[in-house]
């Protein structure tokens, strides 16, 4: 078991006055099986009129806040005490053949994971995405097997480089020009498993990091991580990080999951004014306050 201590930190700095600032966020760690929020809270500056939370469709925790004093810098920080265990990956799960873990919309088991194996609008599942996934989704091989080897795929075929994609750039996009960060990589995952009829959903979350042996930690230029997890059975989903070439363990804090990026993203929001230009800065802390 390994516990931390994050801190996340967006600053929005604006060239004019905003008057009004609606925002919702994804920035609270879930309570699971093996993960354990001791203590958690996001705070706004400047204080906000109206702030409250909830849980949307998936279970996630989001907050709502409504800024109405003028003001040309936005803080939103949000800060959690968070406990994770080493997962058990199901040993039997994970050694039968891939095609057995397709779920049906018409079975009990299988009805709420179903969603999660539908394409997304516009599609994500075209024609490259297929032939990309052919060669590793082989008849009979097993999910341990399909799901090692598609991590490690897009691992050594896609170049991670900061910058080159947005939000809103396709998996197609990203297939073609084999660079993206960890949330193209994750969404390339997704698209192969939901071409193949299986389940899986998109994980927003925080990764810690240990400085290099000899090196002290650097304080807040940790980031916010993504990673994508396929559905086995029942409750139970294997999760795995292409970005690494790595399955998820404890150093991997879970905030929230969905379909796509865009179910879960850490902030997103509405703003009144006359400003021509903003800025936007993340500091992002996961310190370790102890192992077990």
């Given at each position: 078991m390994r516990r931390y201590r994050i801190t996340h930190r967006t600053t929005y700095g604006y060239s004019d006055s905003v008057s009004s600032s609606y925002g919702r966020g994804y920035l609270t760690?879930?309570?699971?099986?093996?993960?354990?929020?001791?203590e958690t809270g996001v705070t706004v500056t400047p204080q906000p009129t109206d702030q409250s939370?909830?849980?949307?469709?998936?279970?996630?925790?989001?907050?709502?806040?409504?800024?109405?004093?003028?003001?040309?810098?936005?803080?939103?920080?949000?800060?959690?005490?968070?406990?994770?265990?080493?997962?058990?990956?199901?040993?039997?799960?994970?050694?039968?053949?891939?095609?057995?873990?397709?779920?049906?919309?018409?079975?009990?088991?299988?009805?709420?994971?179903?969603?999660?194996?539908?394409?997304?609008?516009?599609?994500?599942?075209?024609?490259?995405?297929?032939?990309?996934?052919?060669?590793?989704?082989?008849g009979g091989r097993s999910v341990d097997e399909v799901i090692t080897d598609l991590t490690h795929r897009i691992y050594t075929d896609f170049t991670y480089k900061s910058g080159s994609t947005t939000v809103s750039t396709r998996v197609d996009e990203v297939l073609r020009d084999r660079t993206g960060v960890c949330q193209d990589f994750a969404r390339m995952a997704i698209a192969c498993l939901r071409s193949r009829g299986l389940a899986a959903r998109y994980v927003s979350g925080y990764l810690a990091t240990d400085p290099p042996p000899g090196k002290e930690r650097m304080v807040g230029v940790d980031a916010t991580h993504a990673w994508a997890a396929v559905w086995l059975t029942g409750d139970t989903?294997?999760?795995?990080?292409?970005?690494?070439?790595?399955?998820?363990?404890?150093?991997?804090?879970?905030?929230?999951?969905?379909?796509?990026?865009a179910d879960v993203p850490p902030l997103r929001g509405v703003i009144y004014t006359d400003s021509k230009k903003s800025t936007i800065a993340v500091s992002v802390d996961v310190a370790p306050l102890n192992s077990h």
């Open positions: 760690p879930r309570e699971l099986p093996g993960q354990r929020v001791l939370s909830g849980h949307d469709v998936y279970g996630n925790d989001n907050i709502f806040f409504h800024v109405t004093t003028a003001h040309k810098e936005l803080v939103v920080t949000g800060e959690s005490t968070v406990e994770v265990d080493s997962p058990t990956p199901p040993a039997d799960l994970l050694s039968a053949p891939w095609e057995a873990i397709r779920p049906t919309a018409s079975s009990p088991d299988g009805a709420i994971a179903y969603e999660f194996s539908l394409d997304l609008q516009p599609p994500e599942i075209t024609a490259a995405v297929r032939e990309y996934a052919d060669s590793i989704f082989v989903w294997l999760a795995f990080d292409p970005t690494n070439d790595q399955r998820a363990d404890e150093r991997y804090i879970t905030v929230a999951w969905g379909r796509d990026y």
